[in-house]
């Protein structure tokens, strides 16, 4: 169990060095330490969740935009459009401190009106030329590191070389030969390095959060996973993975093969979500093409609709549980009529889903990480796993059309609604 004196310790919180005109933020003592060290080349950050990694380092970006002129990216290996940034972190970060007035922010741009800075959004994955474009580059932020490609790397290392420029890597650890960890944590890290471990125990902020009740609940559930998700430990036991078979990438989908969405409704903390996905049974696949979810309102709740369907007319099936806000969205012009859920249904569902490879587009971050961190519990005292899952990073796979056992039903549709694919 950690010191309670020193995990107190690492919850206090420091002014970061600031010049005149920036506002003033709070960062735990580690981000300080790392992200404003001088000199420094690299600066990595791994660990757990809820350290505010991400939250963190855009703190630290929009500081430094304000301070002088900056070329910053914000970089990961799969973007398939702005959504899929930091862009939108940023934005916040920017109203958070109240300097909103000081910024212009367009589609794909930030811009510091006074400094002129430039803050840029990409994705590695698809153009090699993208990478070697970053030349000249002061600071690169290169997010879910853990994702990036070896290729990816050997690139952009030395494309990354004005004089004085850093590198910002942040990731959740997996596995450790992926090559950031291989880079940073096997032996020696490069030159002018810091390599730092954070998780919510250095997170000031994790208590003001929902997170804590989630912590608990898969702690209490599966305390391996708990380690790997929460502490950062790699994650070595894929047998306690309720989707295995589950892998990153895109395919070619049949011009006859019609979408199939599911959405389902945040309670409390929890996010609202809807999915996209394609059932190919001749190959034995799923395709998760598209994703959104968030704590939204209900009257907000069509636009996360519409960010993924392609036309109002399109077959929603949601929870059954809200009849409120099936009604709601049903006023509002969409197609949404209420999921057929029965005892066993869950366990149907994965039944079902763990009969297919299951093919997450890169862009589909959410499912991603619900995929490596959704599991099975287990036994506390002799670690044998249970046949329950446990009740946490389930979200995007609650959705009828997934894990509600809808899935099975629903794929018949297919072919009917053609006309809707894109």
């Known amino acids: 169990m950690a010191d309670t004196n020193a995990l107190e310790r690492s919850r206090k919180t420091k002014a970061p060095p600031k010049e005149k005109g920036v506002a003033d933020a709070r960062l735990g003592q580690k981000f300080i330490d790392t992200l404003f060290a001088p000199d420094i080349r690299h600066k990595a950050l791994y660990g757990g969740r809820g350290g505010g ?21 914000c970089a990961r290996q799969f973007q398939n459009s702005i959504r899929d940034s930091s862009k939108e972190l940023i934005e ?9 007035d000081q910024f212009t922010v367009t589609d794909r741009y930030i811009f510091h009106n006074i400094t002129k800075t430039q803050f840029m959004f990409t994705g590695l ?4 030329e993208s990478i070697r474009s ?10 879910e590191a853990r994702t990036i490609s070896a290729k990816s790397m050997e690139i952009l290392l030395p494309t990354i070389r004005a004089p004085g420029s850093e590198i910002i890597w942040s990731w959740n650890p997996e596995d450790p030969d ?17 390599v730092t471990k954070v998780d919510f125990h250095d997170n000031p902020f994790f208590e003001a959060t929902e997170m804590p009740s989630e912590l608990e609940t898969l702690k ?14 790699y994650d070595t036991r894929v047998e306690s993975k309720v989707f295995p078979n589950t892998r990153v990438g895109r395919l070619d989908i049949p011009p006859d093969t019609a979408p199939l969405y ?14 996209k996905l394609y059932v190919l049974n001749d190959t034995r696949q799923i395709y998760i093409a598209d994703e959104a979810f968030g704590r939204v309102t209900m009257d907000r709740l069509p636009n996360l609709a519409r960010s993924v369907i392609y036309r109002d007319d399109d077959l929603i099936r949601a929870d059954s549980s809200n009849p409120g806000a099936i009604e709601f969205l049903q006023s509002r012009g969409l197609n949404v009529l209420p999921a057929q859920k029965g005892p066993g249904s869950v366990k149907a569902g994965i039944l079902f889903l763990q009969g297919y490879e299951i093919v997450i587009d890169p862009s589909c971050a959410g499912m991603q990480d619900e995929a490596r961190l959704y599991s099975w519990m287990s036994d506390r005292l002799t670690g044998k796993i249970l046949p329950t899952p446990v009740d946490a990073s389930n979200h995007g796979w609650d959705p009828p059309g997934l894990s509600s056992g809808q899935a099975g039903r629903l794929h018949g549709a297919q072919g009917r609604r053609g006309s809707s694919c894109r």
């Open 53 to 73: 990694k991400s939250w963190s380092i855009a703190t630290y970006l929009v500081i430094t935009a304000a301070k002088g002129r900056k070329r910053i990216v």
């Open 92 to 100: 916040k970060i920017i109203r958070r401190l109240g300097l909103a």
């Open 125 to 128: 994955e698809r153009n090699v």
């Open 134 to 143: 970053l030349e000249g580059a002061d600071i690169v932020w290169v997010e």
């Open 178 to 194: 992926d090559p950031v960890d291989a880079y940073f944590r096997k032996g020696l890290p490069p030159p002018r390095s810091i």
């Open 220 to 233: 209490r559930g599966n305390y391996q996973r708990y380690l790997h998700v929460w502490e950062g430990a």
């Open 262 to 275: 599911g959405m389902d409704f945040g309670f409390g903390s929890d996010p609202s979500f809807i999915v």
